[in-house]
């Protein structure tokens, strides 16, 4: 897939009701895709926001989330007075078939209701254009009358179900929606066969809360051993192989047709002074039975699952195969991907994700008082003995817990790291320019940039707004293997976004490791436009013994070497390599942090022979351990490794915004400090198109 | 119409949505004579309150009523809480076909949410039967069908227009509703066709709020004026005139209909342990043209009005006639009143009420904090010279406006006048017995009655809980001529209610004359089961001069003769008739009434000679002017008249409830003090069963 790149949004905004489902979130990324802007409502009824967190990432656009009910119109009227909406695609709704005949009145109330409601404030802010979700359920049975397989529009609609009643009565709404101005609205209703697959990426695909209804989440379910059993729905239709005939459809085809009916719509304001109201099946015109479907599935995941033959459910019909060739003719879309495609992806989706987007040892909360969905903590090992919990302002650390004992300093929600310029970056990524540059200027390829200074003469830790108070896209979390998590974080900061020069995408990837205690950070970073200096790190302040005392004190603290960066009064290096006299790692003996003393804010050099070559030091560097401590009271240890030349060390000295001096130290892994003026090291902090930027550390406790 | 005689209950309560509306009106009127109790909820957004307070009075039962909207879950949800519901007849709803065209969300938000809420809280209340007012609009053009004229219940559906939709997918939510629980629930969908005429009492009917959308309502407009000319749409369809085909229903036949139904559901849920959804076609089976329908109604108005034929209007269908056979055969119910007696029901309905309950000179507002429904002051005469305020609690008088100057004492609200053991009767009905009875007791037919003594050794102005605290139905407002108003109000004070004996029912009528500036009082009773004593008077207390003084000082009062009933120091009578010094009416000559003195609580007798024959003072007796009274510097004058024997006078020396002594006089009309106990007078105070008791007093001012 061919992402657009930045800035070439169309600026039209779409309002994606149940966004975080199955089908809209797979819209969603043909829509990005496609320049649109998007907007997602979803009561989170039957998807997670994960989904959402995901297409941040595979999208690498911000999503605009509201949690919220349609039915709510006080809610839902926030969403259209803080964005101005072009078009809507409803995709919200109940739509268990078998649910819906039990629980009828709940099927009406929330599918009509939520539509009703979606209508009345489009009409009120003037948004005209709207794309429904409809169902080839609206058909019914139509082997009822003679020809109608493969199934036109035109055929006479009979639905068979609460569910299909439900859509049934949109469609009328609609229609006499439209006929009540009919130069006004537009409106796409689209009637789906049956979607299968997920999208190729494995990152979002259909995640059923409870048992599946459909028959390829529930495969796929039995596949790995999460049900013991499928149960195939009469085997006594009159087919080929005696199961119902369905029209599967690949859900990045069906998402595809969402784009062209928009476009439909967007044309169709455009050259014509009237309205529409027209319907159109989404369907590949190719039935296939259960059984075929079986066989193509048990092919993609090589073995062939147990099933067995139950009675007929309630509401099913023979055959719904869609007659596509209106959509063809006037959308100019028709399906790509077949059966096959569909059940592979799905599968990839399926052991990418075998319990889709709930992951034990996953917790994320609100941080922000108005609950914002992108303002989270996610917590990744929670319930285990170690955790990390996550934001996503700063991608910033915003607390570590040893078998239960937190062991790093940090706020309770984002208001304390939004403290602006008393802001001491606690836990946080640090960009484009960790450390100082001296005077806050630099020059690349010949061309000279100011930075704002915000420390003495100089420039510390990134420009203006740099990346600690960025809201990072994401994360995309996921357990890979037992024990093991990971999150990963990613920010598009754009050219002058941040005074630096270049389109930089950055992505910062959390792995928790329960078993070893370990979280290892790595930075992966490309640039696009211009060549930038980078230099990033993690800004998280230790306290080993925070669990008894408030400081550091009692602390033994070990640093590889004392070779080390000296500066002048300003901290500009004088380009000096100076040694400092403190007991180091080699003596194998510890600094015993004091009250007040030792006071460290010095950069030490790993090697000062060998400087990297160029700015991915994960490819060319090797991981050093450059830094130990220990804590006798709380009998926790830490050991800090990176990829990096040269790392701070900080005892807090200047601590602030809700903390006092020597309620942490850090150890800040990265590269010479002002390297970008130094022509022995600039080349390791240049990152120029084409290349890529790579840097980790890891921080492991014992 | 016979209806019940009290406490034939059959203990079933029905909630009656859209209850105070054309159809729903009509069907509380049967379902009332059937022994059923109703309770309605209606928003009053295309109806009156006005039809329910006339309902009290036609049906003579307390009617519960809600001010609610069928969406506001909440509000109606209450509903549930307060009564115990056994069946839902569902009338609520938005109905005009051309309306829905243009504004269809509101006809879907409206419609189908309602019915979804009120469904949502029957089935937490366990409430199963359910009769629907569906619509003969579901079969839509039937003549797209061979032979389906006349349309059976089997013909298939297909409405076309929004507001045909809407009773469509209602249909469809119970039917898939029932099919979730098939023991459980009763359904009862009764399809209309063409409801027409009004009550033969002419006391309800139909009463559009803006222009009809209706033939009926829109001819009575036309000709009693309202209306220039009725439009006929379309006289081009294959019928026999040219112009549509429906089948015309008598809303009395209607409402008959949904008894029918509601008795079947009843049944059914005795015999079967299943439920039942099921619908009725409720039509004559013949249909009419509207040409036809026209003549009819010129027939019955006695002139052609006139019409215009102009286009078709969009969603009417050729011929919408009625296969009743389902109705007949399986309910018993058939209709029984033709096109003739609807337009001849539907012509007295139009000029007895040529606005409909919308009357000019009428006000009301809410009387109790509660807002509740039959808690309210009417104001009749409102803008005029001269008005008065009526409240239901106590059919009291709370004010009377001469020239805009308020001239009696009255309360803001229930609050005073429900005061307790201080009450002081202000402005109120008194009743059964107005004035003392001895010890409380009396004897009649051999029978004793001891009622609780309240005032010194008596018992004054009734027994316990007696008229003025009581809420009386109604109340039957008209506007029977230019500048003249009635407001009927009505109490059903059943045996021992008051600690009398008998089924009492009395009606109390104002009728107000502006050019007059006159208020009358008649009333009128009859008994049940037993004789009872009556004497019946009200409790006004003037002040004349109120806008200059809250005293009485200055008062010129003339009393019509100096006889008055003598009484012991106990107030109990003498027996004897004695001469109080007092200038009368007879010197031409008024006591100027000062700060404290004269104080008068005094029976005077009208000519002690003349004793009434019976309890009907307005038949047998002549109206005689008793007191007149004046005060120079309001400049406005009082006089009082009766058909009654005799009359206390009495200068307020004990009020209390808010008031001081001498804020008012009152002239109480009424017969002779402890009349029951005296052999002499009993028989004017006694109501046997099959007589009718009558009074009348007259307020005048000038």
Redesign the interface.
């Known amino acids: 897939m061919t992402l657009n790149e930045f800035g070439s949004s169309n600026g039209k905004t779409v309002l994606v009701t149940g966004g975080a489902g199955y089908i809209g979130s797979h819209t969603v990324v043909e829509l990005i895709e496609n320049g649109y802007d998007c907007v997602i409502v979803d009561n989170l009824s039957n998807s997670s926001y994960e989904s959402v967190a995901r297409l941040e990432v595979l999208t690498k656009h911000h999503i605009p989330f509201y949690h919220a009910d349609l039915c709510d119109h006080e809610k839902l009227e926030t969403v259209f007075k803080e964005n101005k909406i072009d078009s809507v695609i409803h995709f919200a709704g109940l739509k268990a078939v078998g649910e ?6 709940k099927y ?2 929330n599918n ?2 939520g539509t ?1 409601v979606l ?2 404030l489009m ?1 009120k802010y003037d948004v005209e254009k709207f794309v429904f979700s409809s169902s080839a359920t609206v058909y019914g049975d139509a082997t009822r009358f003679p020809d109608m397989i493969p199934i036109p529009e035109e055929c006479p609609l009979g639905p068979t ?2 569910y299909g ?1 439900t859509k049934y ?1 949109i469609e ?2 609609l229609n ?2 439209y ?2 101005q009919t130069d006004l609205w537009k409106f796409a209703i689209l009637r789906y066969f049956n979607p299968i697959g997920a999208h190729p990426s494995g990152l979002i695909g259909e995640d059923p809360l409870g048992i599946p209804n459909n028959l390829l989440p529930y495969m796929a379910q039995v596949a790995v051993g999460r049900r013991e059993k499928l149960n195939i729905f009469g085997n006594d239709y009159e087919t080929r192989d005696g199961t119902p005939i369905r029209d599967y459809i690949h859900v990045v085809d069906l998402a595809k047709g969402h784009i062209a009916a928009l476009k439909y719509l967007d044309n169709h304001e455009n050259k014509n002074k009237t309205g529409i109201c027209r319907e159109w099946n989404l369907g590949s015109g190719k039935g296939s039975t259960v059984f075929e479907v079986y066989r193509a599935f048990c092919d993609a995941c090589g073995e062939d699952i147990p099933y067995e033959v139950t009675g007929r459910r309630a509401g099913d019909v023979l055959n719904l195969t869609a007659k596509p060739d209106r959509a063809k003719e006037e959308l100019q879309w028709q399906t790509e991907l077949d059966v096959e495609v569909a059940c592979r992806d799905l599968w990839k989706w399926t052991t990418d994700n075998p319990f889709g987007y709930q992951l034990n040892g996953i917790e994320s909360t609100f941080a922000s008082p108005e609950n914002k969905y992108n303002a989270r903590f996610v917590t990744i090992g929670a319930g285990s003995k170690f955790q990390a919990t996550l934001a996503n302002l700063g991608a910033t650390i915003v607390d570590m817990k040893v078998d239960g004992q937190s062991v790093v300093i940090g706020y309770k929600d984002e208001a304390g790291y939004n403290c602006g310029p008393s802001s001491c970056y606690i836990g946080a990524t640090i960009g484009r320019y960790a450390n100082r540059i001296a005077h806050g200027k630099f020059q690349m390829n010949g061309e000279k940039y100011n930075l704002t200074i915000n420390n003495g003469v100089n420039t510390n830790h990134g420009g203006l707004g740099s990346f600690h108070i960025k809201r990072f896209l994401g994360p995309l979390v996921k357990n890979p293997s037992k024990g093991v998590y990971t999150a990963e974080y990613m920010l598009i900061d754009k050219d002058q976004d941040t005074e630096f020069p270049g389109d930089l995408e950055v992505d910062v990837l959390y792995t928790l490791n329960v078993e070893e205690k370990s979280l290892k950070i790595e930075y992966h970073a490309t640039v696009d436009g211009k060549a930038t200096p980078l230099n990033m790190t993690n800004h998280t302040y230790f306290n080993l013994n925070k669990v008894n005392n408030p400081y550091i004190t009692g602390t033994e603290l070990q640093v590889i070497n004392d070779r080390s960066i000296d500066v002048d009064e300003n901290t500009i290096p004088t380009g000096k390599i100076i040694t400092r006299e403190i007991k180091t790692f080699k003596d194998e003996q510890a600094t015993i942090l004091g009250p007040q003393e030792p006071k460290y804010d010095h950069c030490y050099v790993v090697d000062e022979h060998k400087v990297p070559a160029g700015p991915d030091t994960i490819k060319d560097g090797t991981l050093t351990v450059v830094a130990r401590a220990y804590h006798p009271e709380s009998k926790i240890g830490l050991e800090v490794s990176t990829t990096e030349p040269s790392y701070q060390v900080y005892t807090a000295d200047w601590l602030e915004a809700g903390y006092l001096p020597r309620q942490g130290f850090a150890v800040e892994p990265g590269r010479y400090v002002d390297a970008v003026n130094d022509e022995r090291y600039k080349r390791c902090v240049t990152l120029n198109p084409g290349e890529t930027f790579g840097s980790e550390i890891v921080f492991r406790f014992y």
């Open positions: 819906s005949t039990q629980i009828p009145l009406y109330h009509i209701l009703l209508l009345e009409q179900n609460p009643n009565t009328k709404i006499d929606l006929n009540s």
